[in-house]
């Protein structure tokens, strides 16, 4: 790993301005990856996510593998063809949602064993099948194979399983096959132990990587908790280096993590909630069940600029939602993923400006001092 | 009913090609309604369905009488407001659904008493109460209450029940608020009997329309009984308006209905079929389940425009169709809303060329003649 794909273009603070180099274009930082699970991100023509300002969208490895599989999103053309994303994709390594998803898992130092919950098929993954799949799959940046180690966990247990992911991350780097624009990511684990961050993060220098992920976090810990170990996780990886929060988060979340130094996120926070009738927006999440909607004539945000805002009232997402209607998903996850990458834009600008104080000042205001009218109730959250 | 909304500007046979002006634009027909239920074509935006060719919609006054309310319609601007969706807007009269969808029905002279298929909430619809409801969403084009005739039924039923949609006629038409560019139709009943078909055409030009629908089809009968009633119901209608064949249908019913005079159809089949897998070519249907699409590179039709057919191989819309994701629901929608969409142009330009003999022979034939490659197996019927 040597040539780095990453540029640092603006620092304020811990936080960093940056755009990493990928064979399937670039990709300013900080980013926030939408989720495309299963080769589409739910409710999304793709060019409307590029709409959103996207420019990299993550894949899940775990689902792409068991549904269609990789070797037949090869045959499609790889899954920037297959699902017609002709810019980066980042692949997660299956390793989370092997865990959380998948039924009489086996886990040990080859691999997991365990059964498809789709088909209850036998499956083993390892960090050598995994990476396969990801270069099956053409992924730009592939991640190393790891335990997100459980919480809580005692010492012990995020000691083993830490080291664990260690020696697989070793494997995955020896399995990885390299070409120009094609990353691979490790990622550090250790809980919420600070000794055992800076041994996982010395381990995972020391194989080498393009950058560097912060696994193990946003899985019940609080953001109080995540932010301590945010305060110095990140300075414990090679600084020239990209610095990915993996499953992170709400929009608070992210901007304190920028605030600390981190580079990349992603989660299925803006496109899950959007299914389920939950609008993000500068004021505050709101509710569009709560039928105090029901005969709003004012847009989910007046002054955003996405379709949903543009078009449509309250009361008709309020509808929408309530009826089960196809269109209140789109027009929400549409929202919500242009709220958070203007967001992203919001947080580049500030920091090339050297305004990101004011920035972070101004995005905890503007929830504070929303108008009645715009403000979610209590009820909402 | 003095001025007459509709223009005939070409005819090959009996089939016309016209144009229907209302207060909310013109309408080229023969045209195809997409049906927006619940005020949402489903898993579409309104502006994709405009790209498709669409001039007018279709409203269902039961669906959105009980939720979100006529009123609360009104007060969010009118159904064309609500929806997003400016051009012509069709409702129907909530006659046909409340039969078929709603709960404990009492049909009387004065109108059906019902139960709410949502909440078991009582409801009064009268013809009356549903012109009032078709004014307050605004409809350019409101249809009179009427008891679509049950398939089969004796002579004596179907008398009875078209004697009394011709009294609700009556009253529809008294209850209509008459303002430029807003339109009344009638709706002939008289099930499959040329006796009955003609005394309700007569009753109806009486009373006196801006169009006139064909009501009672399309239920059961099958298409062979179908074009053996269009053969003569048309033309016992007033020439020089426009004819409206409810419900219809499959891509051969609606031309074999243009070529016996019909205008304006309307029929669920593109979005619902979409919603399950199924594609609309020129070559046939195509059940997008079948496992055979599963590697498949090409395209649902290589000579189609619409996104889908640009954008994604069969491979993907197969993988998508199986996983239930709402991308699925989206492409395929928008796919064989483009194809009926498509089909109409053709037929329009058909008759403007007087082509439409061989218009239709082609029609027919290039089902017959798609190459092994395209043709949908008999399993994808």
Same mark, same amino acid.
């Given at each position: 790993?040597?040539?780095?794909?990453?540029q640092?273009l603006?620092?304020e603070?811990?936080?960093?301005?940056?755009?990493?180099?990928?064979?399937?274009?670039?990709v300013n930082t900080?980013?926030?990856?939408?989720?495309g *699970?299963?080769?589409t991100?739910?409710?999304?023509?793709? %060019?409307? $996510? +590029? @709409?959103? &300002?996207?420019?990299?969208?993550?894949g899940n *490895?775990?689902?792409?593998?068991?549904r269609?599989?990789? %070797?037949? $999103? +090869? @045959?499609? &053309?790889?899954?920037?063809?297959?699902?017609?994303?002709?810019?980066?994709i980042?692949?997660d390594?299956g390793?989370f949602?092997?865990?959380?998803?998948?039924?009489?898992?086996?886990?040990?130092e080859e691999?997991?064993?365990?059964?498809?919950?789709l088909?209850?098929?036998?499956?083993?993954?390892t960090?050598?099948?995994s990476i396969?799949?990801?270069?099956?799959?053409?992924?730009d940046i592939a991640?190393c194979?790891?335990?997100?180690?459980?919480?809580?966990?005692?010492?012990?247990?995020?000691a083993?399983?830490?080291?664990?992911?260690?020696r697989w991350?070793?494997r995955?780097?020896?399995?990885?096959?390299r070409?120009?624009?094609?990353?691979?990511f490790g990622?550090?684990?250790?809980?919420?132990?600070?000794?055992?961050?800076k041994e996982?993060?010395d381990a995972?220098?020391?194989?080498?990587?393009?950058?560097y992920?912060?696994?193990?976090?946003?899985?019940?810990?609080g953001?109080?908790e995540?932010?301590r170990?945010l305060?110095?996780a990140?300075?414990?990886?090679p600084?020239g280096?990209?610095?990915?929060?993996?499953?992170?988060?709400?929009?608070?979340d992210?901007?304190g993590?920028?605030?600390?130094?981190i580079d990349?996120?992603?989660?299925?926070m803006?496109?899950?909630s959007?299914?389920?009738?939950?609008?993000?927006t500068?004021?505050?999440?709101?509710?569009?069940?709560n039928?105090?909607?029901?005969?709003?004539?004012?847009?989910?945000?007046?002054?955003?600029?996405?379709?949903?805002?543009?078009?449509y009232?309250?009361?008709?997402?309020?509808h929408?939602?309530?009826?089960?209607?196809?269109?209140?998903?789109?027009?929400l996850?549409w929202h919500?993923?242009?709220?958070?990458q203007?967001l992203?834009?919001?947080l580049?600008?500030?920091?090339?400006?050297?305004?990101?104080?004011?920035?972070?000042a101004g995005?905890g205001?503007?929830?504070?001092?929303?108008?009645?009218?715009?403000?979610p109730t209590r009820?909402?959250t």
């Amino acid at each position: 790993m040597s040539e780095n794909c990453f540029q640092i273009l603006a620092r304020e603070g811990k936080a960093r301005r940056g755009r990493i180099a990928t064979a399937h274009g670039l990709v300013n930082t900080p980013a926030f990856m939408p989720v495309g *699970t299963a080769g589409t991100v739910k409710a999304m023509l793709p %060019e409307s $996510v +590029a @709409a959103t &300002g996207a420019e990299i969208l993550l894949g899940n *490895t775990y689902h792409l593998m068991l549904r269609p599989g990789a %070797e037949r $999103v +090869a @045959a499609l &053309g790889g899954l920037h063809e297959f699902m017609n994303w002709p810019g980066p994709i980042l692949t997660d390594s299956g390793g989370f949602q092997v865990m959380s998803l998948s039924e009489l898992r086996k886990i040990g130092e080859e691999g997991v064993e365990f059964r498809s919950h789709l088909d209850g098929a036998k499956h083993l993954l390892t960090p050598e099948r995994s990476i396969e799949i990801q270069d099956r799959l053409d992924a730009d940046i592939a991640m190393c194979f790891d335990e997100c180690t459980p919480f809580p966990a005692t010492p012990e247990q995020a000691a083993q399983s830490m080291r664990l992911s260690m020696r697989w991350a070793a494997r995955s780097r020896t399995a990885f096959r390299r070409r120009p624009g094609y990353l691979l990511f490790g990622i550090m684990q250790g809980g919420i132990h600070e000794d055992l961050r800076k041994e996982s993060a010395d381990a995972l220098a020391g194989i080498g990587f393009d950058g560097y992920a912060i696994g193990g976090l946003a899985i019940g810990e609080g953001q109080q908790e995540m932010f301590r170990i945010l305060d110095f996780a990140p300075d414990l990886l090679p600084a020239g280096r990209p610095r990915y929060l993996m499953g992170v988060g709400r929009p608070e979340d992210i901007v304190g993590a920028v605030q600390r130094g981190i580079d990349m996120f992603d989660c299925v926070m803006p496109t899950r909630s959007g299914r389920t009738g939950l609008a993000f927006t500068r004021f505050g999440e709101l509710n569009m069940r709560n039928a105090r909607h029901a005969e709003d004539i004012l847009p989910i945000d007046p002054r955003c600029a996405c379709p949903a805002c543009r078009g449509y009232s309250r009361g008709y997402i309020h509808h929408l939602v309530k009826s089960r209607e196809i269109l209140g998903s789109m027009l929400l996850t549409w929202h919500n993923l242009h709220y958070y990458q203007e967001l992203m834009a919001g947080l580049r600008g500030a920091i090339e400006a050297g305004g990101l104080a004011e920035f972070v000042a101004g995005f905890g205001t503007e929830r504070a001092q929303a108008s009645d009218r715009l403000k979610p109730t209590r009820l909402e959250t």
